[in-house]
T-cell receptor
Framework: AQSVTQPDIHITVSEGASLELRCNYS??????LFWYVQSPGQGLQLLLK??????LVQGIKGFEAEFKRSQSSFNLRKPSVHWSDAAEYFC?????????????FGAGTRLAVHP | DSGVTQTPKHLITATGQRVTLRCSPR?????VYWYQQSLDQGLQFLIQ???????AKGNILERFSAQQFPDLHSELNLSSLELGDSALYFC?????????????FGPGTRLTVL
């Protein structure tokens, strides 16, 4: 069965520091992978997605993620964090035969940013 | 603003009651999804519709039902409500409902069951 693990529940970084949020997935075929961000009181916004091709994916707000098949990982990175990046981040795996697209989400990582 | 609208934003009701949550997808999107976000279960996929027809089902309870209407808006009906149904319910929409689609999420409806 598909599953997603985000090992870090909470992460705190200083503004301007680099960030890496971990995501590991379990999926039998080539996965479709997504990172979403949820700000307090808001819905989820897509940061980036990976289906195939170049394993380094660029997203919005300066985020990038790297797909590593050998490690079943899809870690999210940002070189310099801004205070406005404080939010909860969700990794998700999707896709399936028959044309449907249910997303399986990880538990999320809550990011706090210190000034 | 994703373009997906959900009403109401907040709903407070009592155990045993029935409620209806409404979702309007982005203009041009044919597929609608429902997700539940709770503290103990996290974000869980409930059900997907495409152009009025059910396409995929997840961990949706028998007390819950959904439909997508000809104008493509969708409703999620929750009945015989229990305390554990308190959660944030998200609707998302996408163009075709296929596996490479981006799902655009609405702001959610927060349901509190007392």
């Amino acid at each position: 069965a598909q599953s997603v693990t985000q090992p870090d529940i909470h992460i705190t970084v200083s503004e301007g520091a680099s960030l890496e949020l971990r995501c590991n997935y379990s999926y039998g075929a080539t996965p479709y992978l997504f990172w979403y961000v949820q700000s307090p009181g808001q819905g989820l916004q897509l940061l980036l997605k990976y289906f195939s091709g170049d394993t380094l994916v660029q997203g919005i707000k300066g985020f990038e993620a790297e797909f590593k098949r050998s490690q079943s990982s899809f870690n999210l990175r940002k070189p310099s964090v801004h205070w406005s990046d404080a939010a909860e981040y969700f990794c998700a795996v999707g896709g399936g035969s028959g044309g449907y697209n249910k997303l399986i989400f990880g538990a999320g990582t809550r990011l706090a940013v210190h000034p | 603003d994703s373009g997906v609208t959900q009403t109401p934003k907040h709903l407070i009701t009592a155990t045993g009651q029935r409620v209806t949550l409404r979702c309007s997808p982005r203009s041009g999107d044919l597929s609608v999804y429902w997700y539940q976000q709770s503290l103990d279960q996290g974000l869980q996929f409930l059900i997907q519709y495409y152009n009025g027809e059910e396409r995929a089902k997840g961990n949706i309870l028998e007390r819950f039902s959904a439909q997508q209407f000809p104008d493509l808006h969708s409703e999620l009906n929750l009945s015989s409500l229990e305390l554990g149904d308190s959660a944030l319910y998200f609707c998302a929409s996408s163009v075709t409902g296929g596996p490479t689609d981006t799902q655009y999420f609405g702001p959610g409806t927060r349901l509190t069951v007392l």
